[in-house]
């Protein structure tokens, strides 16, 4: 642009600095880079103010662009001179200054040595590293250069001492190159009478492509009349092929012409085996429903007495309990009261041989009946009495009992024998029911847990593939016999951050819900034999990422031994990969039709019979 346009500036303007630079040997190029400040070496000059001002609203306006832009100084390069001789410094070994170690346009040198004192920085070699203490001694430097080190010197103001700060110089980066202006002028040269040539061969070219041009309308014209001959012969030949076709279809119908009726019949007869086999399956089915329905009347009954059993053994367990400890009471005042027997036995001998003696009667010359009644009766008169009307006063309850009492107490002990046997038989039964259940479980589950694996490792690798990551594994209830509450748990994780989340309105959007969806169904499909899968706009929500990823797994995966997806969508991806087992339907119906196809169709037809 600035080439361009050089005539609406009255001084020069140059390029960028870090172009304009010279370097008269490429290894001193770290020591010029590291002296200019980046902002510099990217800077256009001008040599007039007003240039500068109209340069920097050019950009603006016209590209849009901002650069740095800088004002050139009025003075020459050549009134920039070292303020030391360098003669004096070799000693140490100083041998050039940066100003020496490059060529510029003379603005360029001015404003470099101007910005960055470029002729005050002086350089040295391994010999200056050496002696730097003494070279700080004798000389102002406020910067110079080693081989590989720039130390800056700075002076406290207090004290005058002098602080060396040390930094090694990075590797060049732009100036690392040199220019042999002989050699560029004779390239620019080279360039203008190149862009001579190309000129006029550019022109001969024009008129060859016109030339290249008519003769194209004409091959194209002749090739148009030879596609319309070529495509009327490929339909004559069709129809010939066809006609031939047809020809041997009817001469083959005629030589194996069937029996309508015979066949009807034996249709009839296979379907009419088909439909009683059904109904044979369906009375199993009800029978087998039944009898299910009636075990499990049969175990709820047997746990709800087993829970009455049990409960009434408890209380039974505890009245037990405390019969013992009633029974140790008793014994043991049983035992207190033998010992005052005892004592009263002596006693009472000692009276009844007083009593023989006195009345002449000796019982132990009585019957054995009158003896034990004798031996029964209390020793004194008032017990006598008392005893006597206790004993008729039990003779008159039992007298009035009520003999249902002890049926019913007989009755009772048999209901509880015959339902401890049914109980019994019941855990006898519920018992071989567990074992059959357990054996088909043992069938069942792990066949089970085999085809969820497979599913998952399918819906982990397709998750993978959209860098997100997902599982499937079978839901478990706490009772493992609980087979309706049985379950696929479908965990997915589409952010690096998160963990895997069940797979709910509450914790996915809409579109992950629907790309975790369209994942599961492409992870069955290999597993699970169906004719044809149905998709309603299952897109919808998606983000245009993650549709393209579902789209290309679908074509990946569908092959001539899957299920066929028919996918339903009202918008379709643009560049989308379509494979030979693909089929795009797009339907043109409506209210808001701009043709009348019908019409559209009879002309066409009117268009081929001419």
Known sequence: WLKENENR???????????QINMNRIEWAKYVESAISKNDLISFICENGDDLKIFTQCLKQELNIR????????????????????????RYGIFATIKDMFTAPDKVMA?????AALHNIPVGDHKT????????????????????????INVSRYDKQKVTHSQAIPVAKYLNLTIDEKQLADIKQKIIHLTDKITDIRKKGEEVDKTIADLNDRLNEMKNKKRVLENKKNEKRILETKMAEKREQISRLDNHAIDLATEKLKVEQKLQRFQDLQLQLMAQLV????ECAQLNQLKLKAILNETFVMKRKAEAEKKLANASNQFNDIKEELKRLERSLDVLKRAAKELRDAAKEISGFDVNNCSDEVRQRFDAMPNTVEE???????LRLRMNSILDADDSVRDQYNERRRNIEKRRRDLDAKKSEMTAKQRQ??????????????LIDKINNNFGNFMARLNCAGEVALFKPNDLDQFDEYGISIKVKFRETEQLRELTSFHQSGGERSVSTMIYMIAIQELTKVPFRCVDEINQG???????????????TSSSNNSQYFLFSPKLLSDLKYTQEMTIHIIFNGPHMEFDWSRMESLFDEEEDE
Not at 287 to 290: A, K, L, M, P
Request: glycine letters at 2%; charged letters at 20%.
């Open 129 to 152: 590293e050496q002696s730097l203490e003494n070279l700080m001694s004798n000389s102002n430097f406020r910067r110079l250069y080693t081989d590989h080190v720039m130390h800056v």
């Open 542 to 556: 998606m983000d245009e990422n993650n549709e393209r990823s579902v789209f290309d797994l679908i074509s990946e």
């Open 111 to 115: 404003f470099l040595c101007k910005s």
């Open 67 to 90: 650069v740095n832009v800088v004002l050139a100084p009025t003075q020459s390069a050549d009134s920039f001179v070292p303020n030391f001789e360098i003669s004096s410094f070799k």
């Open 287 to 290: 029978e087998t429903v039944t």
């Open 9 to 19: 500036f009255t001084g020069r303007i140059y390029p960028p600095i870090m172009t």
């Open 384 to 390: 006598i009495d008392n005893q006597s009307g206790t």
């Open 437 to 450: 259940l357990d054996e088909l479980k043992d069938q069942w589950l792990p066949a089970l847990e085999l």
